[in-house]
T-cell receptor
Framework: SQKIEQNSEALNIQEGKTATLTCNYT??????LQWYRQDPGRGPVFLLL?????KEKRKERLKVTFDTTLKQSLFHITASQPADSATYLC???????????FGAGTRLFVKA | EAQVTQNPRYLITVTGKKLTVTCSQN?????MSWYRQDPGLGLRQIYY???????DKGDVPEGYKVSRKEKRNFPLILESPSPNQTSLYFC??????????????FGNGTRLTVT
């Protein structure tokens, strides 16, 4: 069955450093990969989408890479801030996009 | 403001007592979906709807029903709730233009406890 793995251990980093989160998947060939941010008690909020034929996507301090050979995406937050502390979810979608599947998320803590 | 609205935010009920969680979106989105979120399991899809009167099962549909009579509304119905349905529920929507290419917009969740 399709499976998405994100590091279940929380990631603790110092303010100003780059946070790197990993998303690995198996038994799936997604057309799109997305990253969401979720704060406690709130719904996930979309951050970035990358297509299968794209290697890298950037938005302000965020960067996503997508390696379909390794079946892996890396999500980077540069110059991290305490306000970046949240859970980050990886999601995969087919072209049809009617069954988006999510990873369990990685909790990020940025210390001042 | 573009948003997905779920009600109620919190719900405590007893086994077997039918309940409905409402979901409404104001973005004229064709696609809507329900997810449940449990610790360590992530978001799992319950049901989705591609448009009015078109619904289909997700990965964990047992014990749930949905309807899509209007484009903006997509209620989740638990006919006979059981304790294993205690969870955090999210409604989400997205527009057309290639569904896979569109991000999901989520509501703020409904925390359901079934005793």
């Amino acid at each position: 069955s399709q499976k998405i793995e994100q590091n279940s251990e929380a990631l603790n980093i110092q303010e100003g450093k780059t946070a790197t989160l990993t998303c690995n998947y198996t038994n799936y060939s997604p057309a799109y990969l997305q990253w969401y941010r979720q704060d406690p008690g709130r719904g996930p909020v979309f951050l970035l989408l990358i297509r299968e034929n794209e290697k890298e996507k950037r938005k302000e301090r965020l960067k996503v890479t997508f390696d379909t050979t390794l079946k892996q995406s890396l999500f980077h937050i540069t110059a991290s801030q305490p306000a970046d502390s949240a859970t980050y979810l990886c999601a995969l979608d087919s072209t049809g996009g009617f069954k988006t599947i999510f990873g369990a998320g990685t909790r990020l803590f940025v210390k001042a | 403001e573009a948003q997905v609205t779920q009600n109620p935010r919190y719900l405590i009920t007893v086994t077997g007592k039918k309940l409905t969680v409402t979901c409404s979106q104001n973005m004229n989105h064709e696609y809507m979906s329900w997810y449940r979120q449990d610790p360590g399991l992530g978001l799992r899809q319950i049901y989705y709807s591609m448009n009015v009167e078109v619904t289909d099962k997700g990965d964990v549909p047992e014990g749930y029903k949905v309807s899509r009579k209007e484009k903006r509304n997509f209620p989740l119905i638990l006919e006979s709730p059981s304790p294993n349905q205690t969870s955090l529920y999210f409604c989400a929507s997205k527009g057309a233009g290639g569904f896979g290419n569109s991000p999901l917009h989520f509501g703020n969740g409904t925390r359901l406890t079934v005793t």
